[in-house]
Every structure is written in structure tokens, then in C-alpha cells.
């Protein structure tokens, strides 16, 4: 019986003295090496420290932003720029309307103006046309308005209207020989175009019309036939 009790109150193996000599050897272990020797294996779910699929979308989502900055800022240039040449083709439009409306009464002054010279008007009727067709002219010229040179010169298409064609001898053919109607420009484009007399290459077939029109005399006409 004492054997047995020896027995009993003896330790069993792994239970008493080998527990606290384990104890002891996790409790002298660094603090690295034991969260080493807990986390070793696999890394647990959910702490993944892999940034780049993350990255590559707000650098995509940056891309996407500033192109459509630059196309914003593209636009908005395009429309100011569109802005200010309308309104400078609206103001243009708007002078040329408004000197096409003075231009006929410029005519009928200087129309007057050569009747009064032609007539042997008083020299006061004569200097008082004269004045105010001046003063018209450089109004007109303050603004950009400046007549179109014909008289003498080769008929250009782009600036003259030819309203008659005439046969002359002294002119070469396409010459300006008379300006009916005084035509202008406004800073550098057409605003009313010359009428003008330019003259022809000589033509067998109209030579009599054209000699009966610098006389003034009707052309013959063919008598009767004898019987």
C-alpha cells in the first residue's frame, strides 16, 4: 500500500514539471519570435498589402479627368473665339448697311454738284456743292470708306461692273473708259462695286451701229428693192 501511495503521489509524465518547464520557455521568448511562431503559414484574410490594382485605377480615373479638363478648356476657347467673331461680323454688317444708306445721297450731291458746273451755276451754288460733298468724303474716309479708282484703268471683275461695252480706238480693249456710278471700299473689302463703260476689240459685224453712236446719226436703212 505505501509503494502504491508513493506511486500515486508521484507526477505523471507531461503533466506537472513538463507544463511549467514549457511555461517557462514561452515566457522567455522575444515578442518577435513569438508572434512568428504564431503567424506562421498563410497570411489571414483581409490584411493583403497588394496597393497596385488600387493605384492603376485612380491613375485611370486621373487620366479620364484631365483629358476631359482639356477638352472643357478646348470648348470654352472655341466659343469665345466664335463669340468675338460674330460680334465682330455683326458690328461690320451693321456699318456697311449703314453707309450703303448714305452712299446714294453722296451720288445725288455729286450729281448736283457737276449739273452746277456743267450749267455755269454762281460760283456760291458751285463752292456750296463742293463743301458738303467734301465734307461727306472725309466722313466717310474717317470710317475706312474709300472710293474705288476705275476711271482709265483695266476692268476688274472682282471691284467693277461693266454696264455697257463700246468700240474705241483710243482705249485698249478692257480699258475703263467711264464711270457711271462711283463704287467703295470699307477696310479692305468691296462695299459697293463700280458701274463702269469699258471698252471692246472692234467687231465687223456692229461697226456701223457703233460709228452711227459716236456721231449720233441713225444708221442707213436699206431702200427698197428695184423692180
Given amino acids: 500500500k505505501n509503494n502504491k501511495k508513493a506511486h500515486e503521489g508521484e507526477s505523471e509524465p507531461g503533466t506537472g514539471a513538463d507544463q511549467g518547464i514549457q511555461v517557462a520557455a514561452e515566457v522567455g521568448k522575444k515578442p518577435h519570435e513569438a508572434d512568428a511562431s504564431h503567424s506562421h503559414g498563410k497570411p489571414e484574410k483581409g490584411h493583403s498589402h497588394d496597393h ?4 492603376a485605377s485612380i491613375e485611370k480615373e486621373l487620366a479620364e479627368l484631365k483629358d476631359k479638363h482639356l477638352r472643357l478648356l478646348a470648348d470654352f476657347d472655341n466659343f469665345r473665339k466664335r463669340s468675338l467673331r460674330d ?10 448697311n449703314v453707309f450703303r444708306e448714305i452712299l446714294p445721297v453722296i ?3 455729286e450729281l448736283g454738284l457737276s449739273a452746277a458746273q456743267a450749267h455755269k451755276a454762281e ?5 456750296g456743292y463742293k463743301l458738303v460733298a467734301d465734307q461727306f468724303h472725309g466722313l466717310l474716309a474717317r470710317f475706312g470708306v474709300m472710293p474705288i479708282e476705275a476711271d482709265g484703268r483695266q476692268f476688274d471683275p472682282s471691284v467693277h461692273e461693266a454696264i455697257q461695252k463700246v468700240v ?3 482705249q485698249a480693249p478692257g480699258t475703263i473708259v467711264a464711270v ?5 471700299m470699307l477696310d479692305g473689302r468691296v462695299l459697293r462695286t463700280s458701274q463702269v463703260v469699258v471698252s471692246g476689240a472692234p467687231d465687223e459685224s456692229v461697226q456701223p ?3 452711227a453712236a459716236k456721231t449720233g446719226e441713225p444708221a442707213a436703212e436699206a431702200g427698197p428693192a428695184e423692180q
Avoid: H, I, M, W
Avoid at 123 to 127: H, I, K, M, P
Avoid at 180 to 184: A, D, N, P, T
Fill in 87 to 96: 460680334k465682330a461680323d455683326a458690328g461690320r454688317a451693321t456699318r456697311e
Fill in 180 to 184: 457711271v456710278r462711283k463704287g467703295y
Fill in 168 to 170: 474705241s480706238g483710243n
Fill in 52 to 55: 497596385r490594382p488600387a493605384a
Fill in 107 to 109: 451720288d445725288n450731291l
Fill in 123 to 127: 460760283n456760291v451754288f458751285v463752292d
Fill in 209 to 211: 451701229d457703233a460709228a
